[in-house]
């Protein structure tokens, strides 16, 4: 059975950083794309990131670009998003997903990051 | 702002069809066929509907059918049942590379 279990999820401060974790079991980890996108609480979802097997390519929404790095570490089945200089607009439920033919076929439950002062 | 745009809402009464359209530009859903749907129940987690515009992943109804022309793909769906109500967004590849999501559509059973 694919999961994808999120975690790193946190009450912080405008300006702070913040590292999302999402440990996958179930699958070939290495085989698939992978993906970051967020949802605001009652509203639409926001694709964020994504990044091959290999870890060597990644692409980025433009809202995140240069602020936000996606990475994993095959061997211990893990994506990252590193997220720098939050905002209150980041404020939301965090998702990874796995891709599959240009889709997210497997979602996680989430985590969810809150941007305050 | 959705580079996407979708109705906010769409209504039918049980055994109806319905149908939801998601317009974008030539620049995503117009340049290829790289056009998913997901479907998104009041605190669940979103579930893949269709892929590649008109594919349905193993375990979807055959009552969710979906296609493109130009620059708007639809999902429909077909003898709407009550467990149908909830929220649909689309999604399509971009010529940059990236994805982008719609606003979503709330689907209301009457």
């Known amino acids: 059975e694919v999961q994808l279990v999120e975690s790193g999820g946190d009450l912080l401060q405008p300006g702070g950083s913040l590292r999302l974790s999402c440990v996958a079991s179930?699958?070939?980890?290495?085989?698939?794309?992978m993906e970051w996108v967020r949802q605001t609480p009652g509203k639409g979802l926001v694709w964020l990131s994504e990044?091959?097997?290999?870890?060597?390519?990644?692409n980025y929404a433009d809202s995140v670009k240069g602020r936000f790095t996606i990475s994993r570490d095959n061997p211990k089945n893990t994506l990252y998003l590193h997220m720098n200089s939050l905002t209150v607009e980041d404020t939301a439920v965090y998702y990874c997903?796995?891709?599959?033919?240009?889709?997210?076929?497997?979602w996680g439950q989430g985590t969810l990051v809150t941007v305050s002062s | 702002q959705s580079a996407l745009t979708q109705p906010a809402s769409v209504s039918g009464s049980p055994g109806q069809s319905i149908t939801i359209s998601c317009t974008g530009t030539?620049?995503?859903?117009?340049?290829?066929?790289?056009v998913s749907w997901y479907q998104q129940h009041p605190g669940k987690v979103p579930r893949v509907m269709i892929f590649d515009v008109s594919t349905r992943p193993s375990g979807v109804s055959h009552r969710f059918s979906g296609s493109k022309s130009g620059n708007t793909a639809s999902l429909t769906i077909s003898g709407l049942q009550p467990e149908d109500e909830g929220d649909y967004f689309c999604r399509s590849f971009t010529t940059s590379s990236t994805y982008v999501f719609g606003p979503g559509t709330t689907v209301t059973v009457l």
């Open positions: 030539s620049s995503d859903v117009g340049a290829h066929k790289y």
């Open positions: 990044i091959n097997g290999d870890g060597r390519v990644t």
């Open positions: 997903a796995r891709g599959g033919d240009h889709s997210s076929d497997y």
């Open positions: 179930g699958f070939s980890f290495s085989r698939y794309w």
